[in-house]
């Protein structure tokens, strides 16, 4: 596993030297993240420097839910697990992507279908069950920049995302299985235009996780790779700021 400026290929265990590390997450920092409008600032002060305190160190404000994150099922839903209540093994996923950016360019509001997904499956095989389905919008590319909200003059943001009959499809049919994700490289894992978050709702009710704002998601192959989440699991939190990884194998 060649990680740059983390050692070499020689240093990964057996098994491991047949994958290479991808990053999925954008930096933080506060002069480009998007915060998702009505959440807190992202701030970063300065609090210690080496050349007067003798350690650098910075006072980190932001939400559970800034940047590249993960979402409990307690984010929407009273009574489901908080980040501290899931298992480990909810965070390590086999993951597929659905790439959908040209639709998404010509609709911004675009929902992925089922037969979207069908499709998929009769080019690429079948869903793995337990997996995390990254939505590839292009989304990414807008980071940092107003055009990721993508507000029209009425103040309406618009973002693509999966359909409510798609998820319910995942469900249904055991494509998500006992543990799964969606992903999407956008704020939710919904249309910026479902103001009641139907799709965040059903998936955290079903005790499935999602993975918003990732990056990188050209370096993600259509299958083959497993998704590994990070980040600060607090007391009863609804999700966390994050580190995510795809374990990519080498070909």
């Not at 984010?75 to 659905?98: C, M, R, S, W, Y």
């Not at 319910?168 to 299985?177: C, D, E, H, M, P």
């Not at 992903?183 to 499935?208: K, M, N």
């Amino acid at each position: 596993m060649a990680v740059t400026g983390a050692g070499t290929a020689s240093a990964a265990p057996p098994g491991l030297r047949d994958y290479r590390l991808v990053n999925l997450a954008h930096v933080n920092d506060p002069d480009r993240t998007n915060v998702y409008p009505g959440d807190p600032e992202f701030t970063m002060t300065t609090v210690t420097t080496v050349p007067e305190d003798g350690f650098y160190l910075q006072y980190v404000r932001q939400g559970e839910h800034t940047g590249t994150h993960w979402g409990a099922p307690s984010h929407f839903n009273e009574g489901q697990p908080h980040a501290d209540e899931l298992d480990t093994e909810d965070l390590f996923l086999p993951a597929v992507k659905i790439d959908v950016r040209d639709r998404a360019r010509r609709d911004a509001d675009y929902e992925v279908s089922v037969a979207d997904l069908q499709r998929w499956e009769r080019e690429h095989g079948r869903i793995p069950k337990e997996a995390a389905v990254v939505l590839w919008t292009g989304w990414e590319d807008r980071w940092g920049t107003p055009a990721f909200y993508n507000f029209d003059a009425a103040g309406q943001m618009h973002q693509p995302g999966f359909s409510l009959a798609a998820v319910q499809w995942l469900v249904r049919t055991g494509r998500l299985g006992r543990r799964g994700a969606l992903g999407t490289d956008t704020f939710s894992p919904e249309s910026a235009l479902d103001t009641t978050y139907a799709v965040s709702r059903l998936l955290y009710r079903e005790h499935r996780i999602s993975l918003e704002v990732l990056a990188n998601l050209a370096r993600l192959p259509e299958t083959g790779a497993h998704i590994l989440v990070g980040g600060t699991v607090n007391r009863r939190g609804s999700g966390s700021p994050a580190s995510i990884y795809a374990f990519v194998p080498k070909r």
